[in-house]
């Protein structure tokens, strides 16, 4: 497929290339950029709308795509450029083609679209740490000479060794991506904190009564001690500085702006202070000299790296979703040749290879069962627990579990054609086509850095034209008194400090929280996509009933047969009547002659009695007629979407089973409640419209999706949120990962799979949905709470800026010293903090 475009806003060749580069990143895109006739001419391997174009380009500069049409006359018309609104530049979702960049790191605001980096050297932008894209282990065989000869020397190929000619052996060795970034900071709080502890004790020594520091460190060695443990802290925190640096070199401002001008604005005074006091005035000298701020460095410094390596712990969390799909996926299958049976690696398995799954294996790749039949645990793909009988002709899928049985099928979709590649891929683009979520406290920074910078100027300008003598003296003082009093302590403080004080009030309250933005959104929820099993049922088939339709046979007579019946069985249907059996306290007899009917039921001796377990079909093979009268009956119970199961003795049917996927105690009184917040809740689920319109009208869900496959769920959250609904979604299985990573709010059961708790924002511990209002509570108390703490955080700078650049001075003759600023600012931070604790006493 080809397509032109005239492109608009190249004004030389570096746009050029820029414009050709950009549009070629763009998956299933090969283009030729024009200059000269201003064109791009493209080659599409699929059909790619203008402005997924459009907003690709738009995040490199202000070039615009007009479609060039040629008409059945063979002229051309230029179509009109498509409009691009501000919010959607930066829902630019990353290219199809990221599983390419595996092991790279990107930024998860996506400020620079999909630019990777090779190491996590910070985003040039907004400054936050780099994310690491999951890549999946490699498995690699290589050879080694036994003799070791050559040490852990390995060759890529076998042979023999140089040295002593033995025969290389194989060995097969994992190859796994590692992100340090986690470690490395933590490595680097240490430090930080083993430093920092001894310079606040030296420096704040003389505060204590009788100056016992004092007495043991003389004031003129405190000092230099105080620089040699403060320079460690800024070695370890160096990268503050670095990112500093690179912002306003791009003059894209933010808060590593402020913490490391506040820094070096603390620690170049400090340095010049101790070397060069005669430059100071007396004023600012007081029993000891002039007062250095050292250990307000070093603590400034090491509490915004605490938040930095908060930050670093959740990214590493982030893609574990992916890593636990990735897990799923075998390394190797059992290739089924006219020569025999060979194991391959999985990326060597190509269309029509025959394949034995072995019981228990992995299924490889997607297929169907060319040979043999067996039972295979799907529940990775559907969420229900009960396997799924499969024979001859029979779709199979990628990642499910093969029962009892062995079986042979041919491969249909291999690599990324497998629906767990598919899913895995949707977790993927999902968990990164959000738009940047803008924190208020660097919107405010935007503008707040160079405001302050420029008071501070003008304070310098001010103090060494008009001041007093020393003028010079006085100008860098209140110029760095103004910068000390605007250091973003407070500021940095006032979000990750409710994050961690609200994070454990939920882990109080069985509600684990991933990250601040989940809790952030939250605040804004008005649609609940729910799914059923596991998640508002408790995802284990029950037996409500036994019914007896002969004389001579109780309830419980019946229940002892199905239930000793059942007793060898792993079956989920199977444990369901072993555990009814063990509610009433009867005891099993022996069973003898057991035999499994694939896809029909059981059957054995139970107490010299032929028993058969199963659906119609096995009563058609022991020859037990189905009356109409029971058949009525069992009808009128599977249309309530419940398991029926009918029991015969020999060749008479003596009665019936009746199953069901139990409702949560708590799952009606929590639908109440968010829809009394108004909060609308739509019940998702794989299971069939029966069973989905039961529970629905049980819990007083008016809408519901039955029979959906995960892309379905997936479909429906962005036709929600295409409307404006903040959107969040509740699951338990691997079929709910990529509709919790494409929420705005993903709420995982903590009793589900590790995928679909790796995947969402938000895990309820007791896997209860009453744990979703609270979480709704948690969400606005810690917003509130985030708002009261950058309103503690400016209203200290907005009084003190001023102060401190001299305004007091022409009429009350007050100089704001810097260690009063320091003051005020450390003040303002135990406000802070203060505050945020008051969150330990939320009611939820």
């Known amino acids: 497929m080809k397509k032109q475009y005239k492109v608009s806003g190249m004004t030389c060749n570096g746009c050029r290339t820029k414009v050709e580069e950009t549009l070629n990143t763009v998956h299933g895109v090969h283009a030729h950029v024009s200059l000269e006739d201003a064109q791009a001419d493209l080659e599409l391997h699929h059909d790619i709308d203008t402005k997924t174009l459009q907003k690709a380009l738009l995040q490199k500069g202000n070039y615009i795509l007009q479609e060039i049409v040629t008409k059945e006359d063979g002229t051309q018309e230029i179509l009109p450029a498509i409009e691009i609104s501000e919010e959607d530049k930066y829902q630019q979702e990353i290219p199809d083609n990221m599983a390419d960049k595996a092991g790279k790191y990107f930024c998860p605001m996506l400020c620079e679209g999909d630019k990777v980096y090779d190491t996590n050297v910070g985003c040039p932008v907004c400054g936050m740490n780099l994310e690491q894209i999951p890549a999946a282990k490699i498995e690699k065989t290589v050879y080694y000479c036994p003799m070791l000869c050559e040490g852990d020397k390995t060759y890529d190929e076998p042979g023999d060794c140089p040295k002593c000619g033995m025969a290389l052996v194989a060995k097969t060795i994992s190859i796994e991506p590692e992100d340090t970034t986690y470690t490395d900071m933590l490595k680097k709080l240490r430090i930080s904190v083993l430093f920092t502890i001894p310079v606040f004790i030296l420096a704040m020594g003389s505060m204590i009564p009788g100056d016992p520091i004092g007495k043991v460190v003389p004031h003129h060695i405190n000092n230099y001690l105080q620089l040699l443990l403060t320079l460690p802290v800024v070695y370890a925190c160096w990268m503050f500085f670095t990112r500093a640096w690179g912002s306003f070199k791009t003059w894209n401002l933010n808060m590593f702006s402020l913490i490391g001008l506040g820094s070096a604005a603390g620690l170049l005074f400090s340095v010049v202070a101790l070397f060069f006091p005669n430059l100071f005035p007396e004023d600012f000298k007081g029993e000891h000299g002039i007062h250095l701020y050292f250990e307000s460095v070093a603590v400034i410094l090491t509490l915004v790296l605490v938040g930095q390596v908060m ?259 792993e079956h989920a249907l199977a444990t369901s009547f072993t555990n009814k059996a063990k509610e009433k306290g009867l005891s099993l007899s022996s069973i003898k002659m057991f035999n499994n009917v694939t896809g029909k039921g059981i059957q054995g001796v139970v107490d010299k009695k032929r028993i058969s377990l199963g659906n119609k079909a096995l009563m058609e093979t022991v020859q037990a007629e189905v009356s109409s009268e029971l058949e009525l009956k069992v009808r009128a119970e599977q249309n309530l979407g419940k398991t029926v199961s009918y029991i015969a003795e020999d060749n008479n049917i003596i009665g019936y089973a009746v199953l069901y996927d139990k409702i949560k105690e708590s799952s009606k009184k929590a639908v109440q409640d968010l829809q009394s917040k108004g909060i609308e809740v739509i019940m998702i689920t794989g299971d069939n419209p029966n069973t989905a319109k039961a529970v629905a009208d049980e819990l007083n869900i008016k809408h519901f999706l039955a029979e959906a496959m995960p892309e379905d769920k997936l479909n429906e959250i962005k036709k929600l949120q295409e409307l404006g609904k903040v959107v969040a979604m509740a699951g338990d299985g691997i079929n709910d990962a990529p509709a919790l990573a494409q929420a705005n709010v993903g709420i995982s059961m903590g009793t589900g799979t590790d995928v679909a708790i790796e995947s969402a924002e938000i895990t309820l511990l007791k896997g209860d949905l009453i744990g979703i209002p609270k979480a709704i509570n948690l969400s606005h108390g810690v917003m509130r709470n985030i708002k009261q703490n950058l309103f503690f955080a400016f209203i200290y700078n907005s009084v003190g800026i001023p102060i401190a650049a001299g305004v007091l001075y022409p009429v009350f003759g007050i100089v704001l010293s810097p260690m009063i600023a320091a003051l005020a600012m450390s003040f303002s931070s135990v406000s802070v903090i203060t505050n945020s604790l008051r969150l330990k006493g939320l009611k939820l």
Not at 317 to 346: F, H, Q, W, Y
Not at 429 to 436: C, F
Not at 451 to 479: C, R
Request: charged residues 20%; neutral net charge.
């Open 311 to 569: 930050e670093a712990k959740a990214h590493s969390r982030t893609n574990s979703a992916i890593k636990e799909l990735l897990k799923l996926s075998p390394t190797d299958a059992t290739l089924v040749t006219e020569s025999g049976e060979e194991v391959i690696a999985l990326e060597k398995i190509v269309k029509g290879n025959k394949l034995r799954v072995k019981p228990g294996e992995k299924i490889p790749v997607d297929g169907s069962i060319f040979e043999g039949d067996s039972s295979i645990d799907e529940s990775m793909i559907s969420g229900e627990p009960i396997p799924v009988h499969k024979t001859k002709g029979d779709k199979v899928v990628a990642g499910t579990i093969n029962g009892n049985s062995s079986f042979l099928m041919i491969a249909e979709k291999v690599g990324d054609e497998t629906l767990l590649s598919q899913i895995i891929e949707m977790v993927n683009n999902a968990s990164r086509s959000r738009a940047p979520i803008q924190k208020l406290a660097d919107k405010v920074a935007k503008y707040f850095v160079p405001t302050v910078v420029l008071i501070s100027i003008i304070t310098f300008i001010l103090w060494k034209t008009l001041g007093p003598e020393p003028k010079l003296a006085y100008a860098f003082v209140n110029a760095l008194a103004v910068l000390i009093i605007a250091c973003p302590c407070a500021l940095g403080l006032a979000t990750p400090m409710s994050i961690m004080v609200g994070i454990g009030k939920g882990a109080q309250n069985g509600i684990l929280i991933k990250n601040a933005e989940a809790l952030e959104t939250a605040n804004k929820v008005n649609v609940l996509i729910t799914d059923k099993t596991g998640t508002l049922t408790e995802g284990k088939p029950s037996v409500e009933k036994i019914v007896s339709i002969v004389e001579g046979y109780s309830e419980n007579d019946l229940l002892h047969l199905t239930a000793s019946l059942n007793q060898n069985s």
